[in-house]
C-alpha cells in the first residue's frame, strides 16, 4: 500500500464499521491517543466542582468527558492529574465533527 492510498484504506476502514454497526474505532497513534466514533453528538458536559489544587505547577484538573460504547455515552469524571513538567499544558479530551461522525480526541500534554 503506497503512502498515497492509506488515508483512503482508512476512511473506508472506518466507513465499514459504521455501517456494519460496530460503533467504536480504537486507533493508536505516535502519541499512544485513540479516537472513538459516534454517529451522534454527546451529551452536554457535565460541570463538575473542581478541588482546590495545592501547587499549580505540579497538578491541573482533567475535566470530565463523554465516552460512546456499544451505542451508549457514558460520562468520566474529572480528576486531578500531575504535570510531567511545570510548563506542560493540557489538551483536553473532546468530540469533533468528522464527515464520517462524531470523533473523539483523546487528552494530552503539550
Not at 499544558?89 to 469533533?96: E, L, M
Amino acid at each position: 500500500m503506497t503512502s498515497h492510498t492509506k488515508p483512503f484504506a482508512l476512511l473506508g476502514l472506518m466507513a465499514i464499521l459504521l455501517v456494519t454497526g460496530c460503533q467504536t474505532f480504537n486507533a493508536g497513534n505516535e502519541d499512544n491517543s485513540f479516537i472513538m466514533l459516534a454517529p451522534v453528538a454527546p451529551p452536554a458536559l457535565i460541570d463538575e466542582p473542581k478541588p482546590v489544587l495545592q501547587d499549580l505547577r505540579a497538578q491541573i484538573w482533567r475535566p470530565g468527558y463523554w465516552t460512546y460504547t456499544n451505542g451508549t455515552f457514558n460520562w468520566v469524571s474529572g480528576t486531578v492529574i500531575d504535570r510531567p513538567s511545570p510548563t506542560a499544558v493540557w489538551a483536553s479530551d473532546r468530540w469533533v465533527w468528522h464527515e464520517f461522525g462524531w470523533g473523539f480526541e483523546a487528552g494530552h500534554w503539550q
